[in-house]
T-cell receptor, first 118, second 113 residues
Framework: GAVVSQHPSWVICKSGTSVKIECRSLDFQATTMFWYRQFPKQSLMLMATSNEGSKATYEQGVEKDKFLINHASLTLSTLTVTSAHPEDSSFYICSARVNPGQGALEQFFGPGTRLTVL | AQTVTQSQPEMSVQEAETVTLSCTYD???????LFWYKQPPSRQMILVIRQEAYKQQNATENRFSVNFQKAAKSFSLKISDSQLGDTAMYFC??????????FGAGTILRVKS
């Protein structure tokens, strides 16, 4: 089956620093990746859609300058939380969708990254 | 905009019993896809079952089946012979033409021994 990894799985950083989270599709190519944020016992909130080789599309209310997304290859997307603050502490999940020619419907999810900002 | 509503924040079921989780959605589209995802305590999202709106037959995956009522915009999940490993948060989700997923608020299911 399709596997998506995230690194790191857990990160603690100081307020004001930047943190990068990687999302990789291990056994398939993904032209599109999605980044979600999830608070405890709540649903997944889509932050942005990341397309390989182009700028990410951010959902309303998500600060693009704070949450930088780069999708430089068909297997890697990164989310950088810049100038992190305690309110950015959350669980961040990525998902990847296979190329249209391989069946474009299903999204495969990474295991998530827990970010704690002190 | 599409919305997905899960009206049961929490449910519990005895092991080996059957439980049904409710989901309704709102859309003006005729072609779309519906999903149930499971998120166990590990927080890994796992696809449970998928339904294409153009298919009248309800999807089934082993102990998991759906009751898809297109006119009523209802998509419930039935779990038969519940197992302790089914304890998780369950999300109903809607997708249109390979676009982004819209999730419901989720239902916490606890299977009791």
């Amino acid at each position: 089956g399709a596997v998506v990894s995230q690194h790191p799985s857990w990160v603690i950083c100081k307020s004001g620093t930047s943190v990068k989270i990687e999302c990789r599709s291990l056994d398939f190519q993904a032209t599109t990746m999605f980044w979600y944020r999830q608070f405890p016992k709540q649903s997944l909130m889509l932050m942005a859609t990341s397309n390989e080789g182009s700028k990410a599309t951010y959902e309303q209310g998500v600060e693009k300058d704070k949450f930088l997304i780069n999708h430089a290859s068909l297997t890697l997307s990164t989310l950088t939380v810049t100038s992190a603050h305690p309110e950015d502490s959350s669980f961040y999940i990525c998902s990847a969708r296979v190329n249209p020619g391989q069946g474009a419907l299903e999204q495969f999810f990474g295991p998530g990254t827990r970010l704690t900002v002190l | 905009a599409q919305t997905v509503t899960q009206s049961q924040p929490e449910m519990s079921v005895q092991e080996a019993e059957t439980v049904t989780l409710s989901c309704t959605y709102d859309t003006s589209e005729s072609n779309y896809y519906l999903f149930w995802y499971k998120q166990p305590p590990s927080r890994q999202m796992i696809l449970v079952i998928r339904q294409e709106a153009y298919k009248q037959q309800n999807a089934t995956e082993n102990r998991f089946s759906v009751n898809f009522q297109k006119a009523a915009k209802s998509f419930s999940l039935k779990i038969s012979d519940s197992q302790l490993g089914d304890t998780a948060m369950y999300f109903c989700a809607f997708m249109r033409n390979g676009n982004k997923l819209v999730f419901g608020a989720g239902t916490i299911l606890r299977v009791k021994s």
